[in-house]
């Protein structure tokens, strides 16, 4: 993700978030049959 502003909650002053990296999630056929409750 980029970087980019944001606030704190609390005392309302901008900051900037750094950039980070996060995971990507595919869910693959077993799990979603799981969930869709088939067999």
């Known amino acids: 993700r980029a970087a ?3 606030r ?4 309302g002053d901008a900051m900037e978030i750094q950039a980070s990296r ?3 999630f595919k869910a693959g056929k077993a799990l979603k049959n799981l ?5």
Do not use: H
């Not at 704190?8 to 005392?11: K, M, V, Y």
């Not at 969930?35 to 067999?39: A, E, F, H, P, T």
């Open 4 to 6: 980019r502003e944001g």
């Open 8 to 11: 704190n909650p609390q005392t």
């Open 22 to 24: 996060t995971p990507k």
């Open 35 to 39: 969930v869709n409750d088939r067999k």
